[in-house]
Nanobody
């Protein structure tokens, strides 16, 4: 059984940093695309970042502030979030193996999500 488990969320002041982790089990994702998405209250789930091998992709609003990385030995993907803003507040989800484009929400596997709250 494949599981993705996120951790690292929490409450932080604007301008602060958090690092999210997504630990995978049940299969390895070394050659697969993995992504981070977020969903704010009353909004649709949106793409944040993705990584495949050494290629990384970001939505415009987080470029220069967020960094996605992957440790294949640990089967874990990370999202380092710096210079956080109140508008970054959302539940953040880890996902693996897209069925289509990396920025679409059609992924095979999803984590349960972790709450990130940025206070002003």
């Amino acid at each position: 059984q494949v599981q993705l488990v996120e951790s690292g969320g929490g409450l932080v002041q604007a301008g602060g940093s958090l690092r999210l982790s997504c630990a995978a089990s049940g299969r390895t994702f070394g050659s697969s695309t993995m992504g981070w998405f977020r969903q704010a209250p009353g909004k649709e789930r949106e793409f944040v970042a993705a990584i495949r091998w050494s290629d990384t992709y970001y939505t415009d609003s987080v470029k220069g502030r967020f960094t996605i990385s992957k440790d294949n030995a640990k089967n874990t993907v990370y999202l380092q979030m710096n210079s956080l803003k109140p508008e970054d507040t959302a539940v953040y989800y880890c996902a693996a193996v897209p069925r289509g484009s990396y920025y679409d929400t059609e992924y095979e596997y999803w984590g349960q999500g972790t709450q990130v709250t940025v206070s002003s």
